[in-house]
């Protein structure tokens, strides 16, 4: 058979320009792959620098001479920040109309704007009367959650297949902010009427920083896209955790330290370089870009999109009631006439989408809205009122150091709120079951504060306070999206954190009328409590409304573990082999 040279060379150029092609898409695919990095950093820097609300107790006490008016008075305008959060589906009909970039920009607009103002009032720049202040700490409040909407929707969009670890890795960081701050304050002379300037520049000076990334990288990925990457998802965000953790530690240590404005500078630059770390992992992910397929299933299986698998976790009922009626499930409540509660209306299984009218009628939500009000918001309340609680004791000199730890501890348990993904597959326990957990710590900690008053007892009450409340903020949104959709969780989280500011209003005023019942007026309306006093009776009741928390916990995961136990078990191994069997036609 004779052969033609020219076919041959013809064939090879053909070989070599689609190897030249496919190499090119692959390029293309791996800059819009590493860009997910990029976009992550950009909302870790967002988060990092706009978790205003947690240093409020670092100037409550001045905003409260400023304005000269009661405890009561001054929990209101705490409460107002806290109702912004209720206005946050606002942010997401802007994100409807408008490009992320630009609601990023009005945001940290609103937010210079509304905290500009309480600076100008707290420096006596300006004279406003109560109304108005109220009206800029509830527009603070607004743009807190339009903030933590971008970064929740940056995380979604960039990483569908791990959206979870994204979530809990950028919203812990925002549990560092009162933390940065107070280290900013010391380099720029750490007075009261800092931290509201500090409010009002560094979010958007964080803005401006993440606009570069953002614009650039910004290419929302499928889920059903397989990346050729994404099997080493799982050890860069293991990478990127430890960093966290470090980072954590960083900030906890060396704000606990008195430090000179020039040693201060240094330290600052410190936390600075280490914020700046995850931009380093691209290069990570480029080097780790010829794994297998199968390696990456196996590697990315802790982080199996919920939604493309909602329809395997579905739980019949029969399978529910006779699992509960054999003899290991039929355990002691059964016979405390609880079985009832327990069945009913109970979820048929996770990721089922619930509309709003499906989702007031479920049993397990309102279970789950007074887990919420009745643990982390009363933490939140308590981290409110560190700077009357410090003065009080005669501490006063301590509230940076208090708010501080509470920033930072309150960071650590966002991070421990990762913990249940990366332990699918080696643990099987319901991630409502760490909320169990989580709550345990804030009844302790409040019956301990009523007890002693000393510096240690405080010291530890807010750490652990710090701890829970961090857990709890940042798990909500996966608990939710398991329990009640993936899809509707914008509008579904939205409602649960209503209960902030009704806890808010609700226990802050409580604290606030036992604060004025053994204060002393002074000035203009001005009304001061020195004394344990002051917050014992708090501290009390506070325990007991976290104690009723623990319980309602402890509830909604009875109620929902055999859903997270027969979801577990559909993703397991040998559950995925069975499956891929059935549906390629082979017989058993």
């Not at 905003?63 to 997401?92: E, N, P, R």
């Not at 590697?299 to 976790?313: E, G, N, R, T, Y």
């Not at 104690?547 to 191994?573: I, K, N, Q």
Request: a neutral charge.
């Amino acid at each position: 058979m004779a052969i033609n040279p020219r076919g041959i060379e013809s064939a090879l150029s053909l070989k070599t320009s689609t190897s030249r092609s496919r190499e090119t898409q692959q390029d293309r695919a791996r800059m819009r792959i590493d860009g997910r990095w990029m976009v992550l950093a950009a909302a870790v820097w967002i988060q990092a620098f706009t978790g205003t609300n947690f240093d409020f107790s670092a100037y409550s006490s001045e905003l409260k001479a400023a304005l000269g008016i009661s405890q009561v008075q001054l929990s209101y305008l705490a409460t107002a920040s806290d109702l912004g959060k209720a206005l946050g589906w606002s942010s997401g009909l802007a994100l409807i109309y408008l490009p992320l970039p630009l609601v990023l920009l009005l945001t940290a607009v609103i937010g210079l704007a509304a905290y500009a103002v309480q600076w100008l009032v707290i420096t006596s720049r300006i004279s406003l009367p109560y109304l108005p202040v109220f009206l800029v700490c509830l527009l603070a409040g607004c743009s807190i959650c339009w903030f933590n909407t971008i970064c929740f929707v940056l995380c979604i969009k960039n990483f569908p297949m791990s959206r979870a670890v994204a979530l809990s890795l950028t919203i812990s960081f925002n549990g560092v902010s009162a933390a940065l701050f107070s280290l900013v304050a010391k380099t720029l002379g750490s007075t009261s009427s800092v931290y509201l300037l500090l409010n009002a520049t560094l979010p958007l000076l964080a803005s401006a920083a993440s606009l570069p990334p953002i614009l650039r990288y910004h290419h929302p990925v499928s889920s059903t896209t397989v990346s050729p990457h994404a099997a080493t998802d799982n050890r860069i965000f293991l990478w990127l955790f430890a960093l966290a953790f470090v980072t954590g530690l960083y900030l906890l240590f060396i704000n606990s330290v008195s430090t000179t404005v020039v040693i201060a500078c240094f330290l600052l630059v410190g936390a600075l370089s280490l914020l700046l770390f995850p931009l380093c992992i691209p290069c990570l992910v480029c080097s780790h870009s010829q794994e297998s397929i199968q390696t990456l299933q196996q590697l990315h299986k802790p982080f199996i999109d919920q939604q493309s698998s909602a329809a395997a976790d579905v739980v019949e009922e029969d399978d529910i009631s006779s699992r509960e009626g054999r003899g290991p499930w039929k355990s002691w409540w059964c016979y405390c006439c609880c079985d009832q509660l327990m069945a009913m209306d109970r979820l048929s299984g996770l990721s089922e989408e619930h509309g709003v009218k499906q989702l007031m009628r479920r049993v397990d939500f309102w279970l789950y809205y007074l887990v919420y009000l009745c643990g982390a918001t009363v933490g939140l309340v308590y981290s409110n009122n560190l700077g009357q609680i410090a003065q009080s004791l005669g501490k006063e000199s301590q509230t940076t150091t208090l708010v501080t730890v509470y920033s930072s501890c309150s960071f650590f348990g966002r991070l421990f709120s990762a913990a249940p993904d990366f332990l699918t597959g080696k643990a099987h326990f319901a991630r409502t079951g760490w909320l169990v957990v989580a709550q345990v710590l804030t009844p302790v900690a409040f019956f301990l504060l009523a007890e002693s008053g000393d510096g240690k007892a405080l010291l530890a009450g807010t750490a652990l306070v710090g701890l829970s409340s961090g857990f709890v903020f940042a798990a909500a949104v996966s608990v939710t999206s398991d329990l009640f959709g993936p899809n509707s969780v914008g509008v579904n989280h939205n409602i649960l954190i209503t209960n902030i500011p009704v806890g808010s209003l609700l226990y802050g005023v409580l604290a606030a009328l036992y604060y004025d019942a053994n204060g002393v007026m002074i000035g203009d309306g001005m009304v001061v409590c020195m004394g344990r006093e002051c917050y014992a009776k708090t501290f009390v009741l506070w325990g007991c409304i976290s104690l009723f928390g623990l319980a309602c916990s402890v509830v909604l995961y009875l109620r929902t573990r055999l859903a997270y136990e027969f979801s577990d078990r559909r993703r397991s191994p040998a559950a995925l082999v069975d499956r891929g069997a059935i549906d390629n036609g082979v017989d058993g």
